[in-house]
């Protein structure tokens, strides 16, 4: 069950404290296909099964910048912001890929609130720390802090 959180107050009572975990997701072939086709990223390592296989993971896996870009889709079964008209993504700070994701793998998205700075009236910066994990894995496959600038 997502963590509902009301506005910037809500935010800040929660700074430091790990909200939970999303649900698994299966990484498919297919959705590591149409990142490649979205980006022009076509190394043999992300879209070729059978080179793959003699690769140093064994088989395909995916982008690290797919891996990333789940959050916005994952995220909201951890937390739902609420007494926000909108929030837009700012950037990101200190991101790292320290293990790969393989297709057919499950993965899943842990999020903490690092920090909350307030910009103007009604106006918040909010870094979160993302950790995507792969079922089974010794270490995550992304950790990344995602900033994100929401208005009340």
Same mark, same amino acid.
């Given at each position: ?12 009572? #929660? ?6 975990? !999303? ?6 072939? @297919? ?21 793959? /296989? ?14 990333? !870009?789940?959050?916005?889709? #994952? ?9 926000? /008209?909108?929030? =837009?993504?700012?950037? $990101?700070? /200190? ?9 057919? !793998?499950? #993965? ?6 690092? @920090?909350? @700075?307030? #910009? ?18 010794? /270490?995550?496959? $992304?950790?990344?802090? =995602?900033? =994100?600038?929401?208005? @009340?």
């Amino acid at each position: 069950m997502a963590t509902e959180i009301n506005g910037i107050a809500g935010m800040k009572a #929660l700074v430091g404290q790990h909200l939970g975990y !999303s649900d698994w997701l299966e990484i498919t072939q @297919e959705r590591v296909n149409q990142f490649a086709e979205a980006t022009g990223d076509f190394q043999w390592i992300h879209v070729d099964p059978e080179r793959a /296989k003699d690769g140093p993971f064994g088989g395909t896996i995916a982008h690290g910048y797919l891996t990333l !870009s789940i959050g916005p889709m #994952l995220a909201p079964q951890v937390m739902q912001a609420t007494g926000f /008209k909108m929030g =837009v993504n700012y950037g $990101c700070g /200190k991101v790292r890929f320290p293990s790969p994701v393989p297709v057919g !793998s499950n #993965l899943r998205l842990g999020v903490e609130i690092k @920090e909350v @700075e307030e #910009l103007a009236p009604g106006q918040a910066q909010c870094t979160y720390l993302y950790t995507f994990e792969v079922e089974g894995a010794s /270490k995550p496959s $992304c950790v990344a802090e =995602v900033i =994100v600038r929401m208005y @009340e």
